[in-house]
């Protein structure tokens, strides 16, 4: 069967047209990760790598009173076995400024260094474990806090922290916010057998933690990805 010069033009361009637009989350490549923190006790580092997982992302904070017990051996022995690795501070927006807690992070761990191993630091923004919905924020100030810290971490680091959240508590608590879809990565929590909705219009989650455990110690996290553009991340 002959075709035209002008409709196989037109396929062409409609197929590559496709290929752009395919989220990220359609493709297959994907990198293994997990999230640590003192909860989870031992971890297997070296178990993990030779499993294949490459990324770790290290509970560092919380508020402006906690640094965790774990952090600087759960760092060490991911540096030490091989893997990209982060801090992350889980966040209390009721209890002080997002500036105030951005900085806090940075002085316990939670830096960025252009090293090609470090990840940019994460916000873990969720479900309060006290209770009160939101914190007690509305939505407009809850955006506000993030923004607060999101521009604090930007302004010492040059880097754009990843923001940590599930769909339900980004709609619930921001109002489903877009006011970071293009400058901070996110990294979605669901667990399930696909990441579902992704919140805040983003166009896909750059790290979707998929299960609450993981063999080799904490959560697992996939990147949404392969291993140089996981490297592209950690070296900006």
């Known amino acids: 069967m002959k075709f035209s010069a002008s409709c ?3 396929v062409a361009a409609a197929l590559l047209s496709t290929t752009r637009a395919a989220p990220l989350e359609e493709r297959a490549s994907t990198v293994q990760g997990f999230d640590i923190s003192s909860y989870q006790g031992t971890v297997n580092f070296a178990g993990a790598y030779d499993s294949g997982a490459r990324f770790v ?3 560092a904070t919380e508020g402006t009173t906690y640094i965790d ?3 600087s051996s759960h760092y060490t ?5 091989g893997f990209i690795r982060g801090g992350y501070h889980f966040a209390h927006p009721d209890s002080s400024s997002g500036a105030t807690q951005a900085d806090f992070f940075l002085a316990h761990g939670g830096g960025w260094s252009d090293d090609g191993i470090t990840l ?3 916000l873990d923004i969720e479900y309060n474990p006290s209770g ?3 914190y007690g924020l509305s939505q407009s100030s809850m955006v506000s806090w993030i923004q607060d810290f999101v521009n604090t971490y930007h302004s010492k680091t040059s880097r754009y922290p990843l923001i940590y959240s ?5 709609s619930t608590c921001t109002g489903n916010s ?4 293009t400058t901070s990565p996110l990294v979605l929590a669901r667990y399930a057998s696909s990441p579902g909705t992704i919140p805040g219009s983003w166009p896909y989650q750059t790290i979707w933690q998929n299960a609450d455990s993981y063999t080799y110690g904490g959560d697992s996290d996939l990147f949404n990805g392969d291993l140089t553009s996981l490297k592209k991340l950690a070296t900006g």
């Open 166 to 170: 599930t769909d339900d508590w980004w």
């Open 8 to 10: 196989v033009a037109a």
């Open 57 to 59: 992302i290290i509970k």
């Open 120 to 122: 940019p630091g994460m």
């Open 69 to 71: 017990s774990e952090f």
């Open 132 to 134: 009160a919905t939101c």
């Open 178 to 181: 877009a006011a970071f879809h």
């Open 77 to 81: 022995g991911a540096t030490n076995a």
